[in-house]
């Protein structure tokens, strides 16, 4: 009778960790935006580039994400003008911001301006969606960290994770 309990005992315990170690979830820590962030992505990461025009500012926008069926981890950045004042800075923040708070049809909040951590649920092609995000500005660099997907493919507490990984350098 003590073997069957140990048995049963010890498959629980060996199930319980194999649930915790998806396969779909490979953390990998990488440095990103010009070795200015190290952030963990879940998956194998692919960067692109393009010219963004934010305001009157041509930037030239990079990034690198990783996907995860239908979720998205992602890091976007772009070096800024070194004449750039506190005013234009606030104000690129808030249209990159802006872009994100726009599908949730919400007011951009106080601690997403400070660049804290914040969520947001929307709907994507009908779908009810969940978008983690930080933006912010770090030595001369406009860095957007985004987790998004549908609710039933991205659980939170795998993109607070990825946001929370996040470390300046």
């Not at 396969?23 to 998956?43: G, I, K």
């Not at 926008?61 to 890091?75: H, K």
């Not at 951590?117 to 001369?140: D, I, N, W, Y």
């Amino acid at each position: 009778m003590v073997g069957k309990f140990l048995y049963f005992w010890l498959s629980g315990i060996v199930f319980a960790l194999l649930l915790g170690c998806t396969p779909e979830f490979n953390w990998r820590e990488l440095s990103v935006a010009d070795d200015h962030v190290v952030l963990a992505f879940p998956a194998k990461v692919q960067t692109e580039q393009r010219q963004l025009q934010i305001d009157d500012y041509k930037l030239v926008f990079s990034l690198s994400a990783a996907n995860v069926g239908p979720a998205v981890f992602a890091v976007g950045y772009a070096p800024l003008p070194q004449d750039l004042g506190a005013t234009q800075e606030m104000s690129l923040k808030r249209a990159l911001l802006g872009s994100l708070f726009g599908t949730s049809g919400k007011e951009i909040t106080q601690a997403a301006l400070e660049g804290k951590m914040f969520e947001l649920e929307t709907v994507v092609a009908k779908q009810p969606s969940v978008l983690v995000a930080r933006v912010f500005v770090h030595r001369g660099m406009l860095i957007q960290v985004v987790a998004s997907g549908p609710e039933k493919s991205l659980p939170r507490e795998q993109a607070q994770e990825f946001i929370r990984s996040l470390v300046l350098k």
